[in-house]
T-cell receptor
Framework: SQKIEQNSEALNIQEGKTATLTCNYT??????LQWYRQDPGRGPVFLLL?????KEKRKERLKVTFDTTLKQSLFHITASQPADSATYLC????????????FGAGTQVVVTP | ETGVTQSPTHLIKTRGQQVTLRCSSQ?????VSWYQQALGQGPQFIFQYYREEENGRGNFPPRFSGLQFPNYSSELNVNALELDDSALYLC?????????????FGEGSRLTVL
């Protein structure tokens, strides 16, 4: 069966450190992968998109890698700040389901001063 | 601010009732999709509308139905509500021509079924 797995345990990290989140998938051939941020009671907000033929993408303090051999994406927040505390969702889209994003359950990040 | 607005923000219904949720998409976005997010879970795709036609559906029963209007606003209707329908319902819009584009989500409608 198809699965998208993210760490269910919250990631507690000190301000200034790098937070690394994992997204593993099985039985998918994603055309691309997206990362979203979601604050409690709010809708997800788009952060980054990476295509299957790309290895790495960066945006300010954020970095995403995509390894289609390992079927894994890593999401890094460098120099983390308390304002980065939120739940981070990874989402896949495949070529046979354009428009339908498949989301993981998300990983909560808590950055303490 | 994503430019996607949803109403109502919160509502309480009882089992067996019907509910209509509304979404106004970002200006210029002709594709709207709806997602259901249960507590502690990721959003689950319900369906997508492009130029007033449904063009993709997830694993939801027919009692979940939708509409898209000429101005690209949208409705989600759920009939015969069940307790498990309690969730945050998210509307998202994008430009239909960009299959790889980001989704712009609204803040959601929190539905509680008693």
């Amino acid at each position: 069966s198809q699965k998208i797995e993210q760490n269910s345990e919250a990631l507690n990290i000190q301000e200034g450190k790098t937070a690394t989140l994992t997204c593993n998938y099985t039985n998918y051939s994603p055309a691309y992968l997206q990362w979203y941020r979601q604050d409690p009671g709010r809708g997800p907000v788009f952060l980054l998109l990476i295509r299957e033929n790309e290895k790495e993408k960066r945006k300010e303090r954020l970095k995403v890698t995509f390894d289609t051999t390992l079927k894994q994406s890593l999401f890094h927040i460098t120099a983390s700040q308390p304002a980065d505390s939120a739940t981070y969702l990874c989402a896949l889209m495949t070529t046979d389901s354009w428009g339908k994003l498949q989301f993981g359950a998300g990983t909560q990040v808590v950055v303490t001063p | 601010e994503t430019g996607v607005t949803q109403s109502p923000t919160h509502l309480i219904k009882t089992r067996g009732q019907q509910v209509t949720l509304r979404c106004s998409s970002q200006s210029g976005h002709n594709t709207v999709s709806w997602y259901q997010q249960a507590l502690g879970q990721g959003p689950q795709f319900i369906f997508q509308y492009y130029r007033e036609e449904e063009n993709g559906r997830g694993n939801f029963p027919p009692r979940f139905s939708g509409l898209q209007f000429p101005n690209y606003s949208s409705e989600l209707n759920v009939n015969a509500l069940e307790l498990d329908d309690s969730a945050l319902y998210l509307c998202a819009s994008k430009l239909g021509t960009t299959n790889t584009g980001e989704l712009f989500f609204g803040e959601g409608s929190r539905l509680t079924v008693l």
